[in-house]
């Protein structure tokens, strides 16, 4: 049987509760329709588990011959900047002057 000693012990234990509760501050949520960022200095650590799934998609698209393709484009996208690149160094190539648009 419990007294009322007790029942006010009870309540006084709810009543903290209660304005523990209403101070607290919330926790946010993610939401995958919102964008967000972060930091440069920013971790972010992954499981063996997530580590592996990650590596092992993407092993699994840069072996498709639609992923070379891309990847080979990309090599020869640098290739011919570096060599323009060279050419305007050495003055073969001059930057193109913008038309004036009439007021």
Known sequence: MSSISDKLDDK???AV???DKK???PVPTYD???MY???PGSSFT???DEFGVILNSLR???VTPEAQTILLADRASDVIEHVLARAVERGQVK???QKKSAP
């Open 12 to 14: 006084a234990i709810l």
């Open 17 to 19: 509760l209660a304005e």
């Open 23 to 25: 101070n607290q501050i």
């Open 32 to 34: 995958p329709k919102k």
């Open 37 to 39: 960022e972060w930091g």
């Open 46 to 48: 992954l499981t063996g």
């Open 60 to 62: 699994k698209i840069l």
């Open 95 to 97: 930057e193109k002057e």
